[in-house]
């Protein structure tokens, strides 16, 4: 049977438990087998980041920490221009040409999935499981969806791609925005995201000011 590897990219500018935790619950629901966090080089669909690259790499390198069964994996870093996510798709389906993919995004990105670069190749390359925040209003499933097949959790292995597949966690209400806004008024981020973070911001005083 074709192992199960999910994929969770973004800015992580900052990495907080708004991203891992519900990653972590995903994970014991699919009983995926290697999760990767891959950190974007230049996100074409949102600002710069406030941190570099390599502010950005270290403080998921301490957050991960608590989460030993992630794999940080940084070809976006590594590789020039926009950091499309088909591209990095294709270079995963080479390295795991037998397995099942899964591209997790949260349901305000999917709407917006027909907006991405080759959108429609993703598909070929890997299933997308969308994140839908238990306790919130659903936004409306995107009718264009319904042309891809429709998997539940003990399908997702039997195809390497091709589907797409809804899950309903509870969340955690963190936002990376918030926190970048805390930091620079000095108010206290504590439990949001990793205390060795918390630390390594300060020293490297990375969102003292907003502009």
């Known amino acids: 049977m ?5 994929l ?3 800015t992580f500018d900052p990495v907080h438990y708004g991203h891992l ?4 619950e995903l994970q014991q629901t699919l009983m995926a087998d290697i999760v990767h966090i891959i950190p974007a080089s230049i996100p074409p669909h949102r600002s710069t980041p406030r941190a570099n690259s390599q ?3 270290e403080m998921l390198a301490l957050a991960l920490r608590e989460y030993p069964d992630f794999v940080l994996d940084t070809r976006e870093l ?8 088909v591209l990095t798709l294709q270079s995963l389906r080479n390295q795991y040409p037998d ?5 997790i995004m949260g349901s305000d990105a999917f709407a917006d999935l027909p907006t991405w670069y080759h959108w ?6 890997a299933h997308i499981i969308v994140i839908e925040r238990a306790g919130f209003e659903k936004p409306g499933r995107p009718e264009w969806a319904n042309d891809y097949r429709q998997e539940d959790v003990s399908s997702l292995r039997n195809s390497t791609c091709g589907g797409i597949l809804y899950v309903s966690l509870k969340g955690v209400d963190i936002s990376a925005t918030d926190i970048r806004l805390r930091l620079s008024t000095g108010q206290p981020v504590t439990g949001l995201l990793n205390d060795e973070v918390i630390t390594y911001i300060h020293q490297n005083d990375i969102y003292s000011e907003l502009n």
Do not use: M
Not at 2 to 6: D, E, F, G, Q, V
Not at 21 to 24: D, E, F, K, S
Not at 78 to 85: A, F, I, K, L, Y
């Open 8 to 10: 969770f990219g973004g």
């Open 99 to 103: 397995d099942s993919l899964c591209l």
């Open 55 to 57: 502010q950005r790499l």
């Open 21 to 24: 935790q519900p990653l972590h």
């Open 120 to 125: 429609q190749d993703i598909f070929k390359l």
């Open 78 to 85: 590594e590789r020039e221009g926009p950091s499309w996510t």
């Open 2 to 6: 074709a192992r199960l590897i999910c």
